[in-house]
């Protein structure tokens, strides 16, 4: 497994690759590897010849200064995972050789970052945009692998893939999950033991929602009560809770069985912030 720094290294190993005709999957992450991001890369590993999987920190995606300074690092345990999965590289590169100046471009997405994520974390789905386009660049992969967990960025991703004529297939990887349902997240290390307990709330109200709809309760009297759960549970502090259309991001009034739909939550619990999502009608 080689250890690059900076697209100019990397550029030697990609001339290489492409020279004897092999496939490159890439997996971008922010480290503090999980599971679930173990899972993006053994599917890289299975579609792609070569992978990269690059682990940097993106300032510019984050909307506080504490939750990005306090943002799990563990280098040396996510070398010897991905060494584990045998990847062939990885990309580390610094925040100087990323931004060597702060770009003056910005992305609108339109519709789809005035809600959810995009409502809530104002500029974040931009700097998704641009850290994503410029990996894209540097990395060159003829696939690139996201997970749904971070549903409404994959609509970011394949907007940007889009209407930008990106030559990069996408592939997304479903959820991973703890034992007890709660979906991996590098930020489940700094609850405490009593918010890791309460964090299940995410996905049991998900989970209760997607049955009462299923058994044709409406939507509204699903939401209300979700919502009045959140209130009883002193540490956890909802953000959102909507029935979408998974790629337009578009609330619906109600459910309708014939429609795609999923439902999204974010919510802290204490200083901690955490999404996930479950498809209804896939
Ligand atoms: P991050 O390091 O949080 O930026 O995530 C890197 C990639 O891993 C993104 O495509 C995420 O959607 C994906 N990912 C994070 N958590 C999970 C999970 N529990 N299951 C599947 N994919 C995940």
Request: glycine share 4%; aromatic share 10%; charged share 25%.
């Amino acid at each position: 497994m080689q250890v690059v720094h900076t697209g100019a290294d990397w550029n030697k190993y990609w001339l290489e690759s492409i020279k004897n005709d092999k496939s490159i999957g890439f997996v971008p992450t922010m480290g503090a590897l999980h599971e679930g991001h173990m899972d993006l890369v053994r599917k890289a590993k299975a579609e792609s010849e070569i992978v990269v999987v690059s682990i940097f920190v993106n300032p510019t995606q984050f909307n506080s200064l504490e939750d990005f300074n306090n943002y799990p690092s563990t280098i040396d345990e996510d070398l010897d995972k991905l060494k584990n999965e045998h990847v062939d590289f990885v990309f580390i590169p610094n925040a100087d050789s990323i931004y060597i100046e702060k770009p003056k471009l910005s992305i609108n997405f339109g519709d789809i970052e005035t809600v959810l994520e995009g409502a809530f974390r104002p500029g974040h789905f931009n700097g998704v945009g641009i850290v994503v386009s410029k990996l894209f660049n540097i990395i060159k992969p003829h696939k690139a692998f996201f997970g749904q967990k971070d549903l409404q960025q994959t609509g970011i991703i394949r907007r940007l893939v889009k209407d930008l004529s990106m030559d990069v297939q996408l592939v997304i990887v479903p959820t991973r999950r703890e034992e007890d349902g709660l979906a991996m997240s590098s930020r489940n290390v700094r609850l405490s033991p009593e918010e890791r307990e309460h964090a299940l709330i995410l996905i049991n109200s998900l989970a209760k929602a997607k049955q009462e709809l299923l058994a044709s309760k409406p939507w509204f009297e699903v939401q209300n009560q979700i919502k009045y759960d959140f209130e009883e549970m002193p540490s956890a502090s909802l953000e959102y809770f909507e029935l979408i259309h998974p790629e337009s991001f578009a609330s619906y009034p109600d459910f309708d069985a014939s429609q795609k739909s999923s439902i999204c939550v974010a919510a802290y619990l204490g200083k901690i912030r955490l999404i996930d999502n479950l498809p209804i009608i896939p």
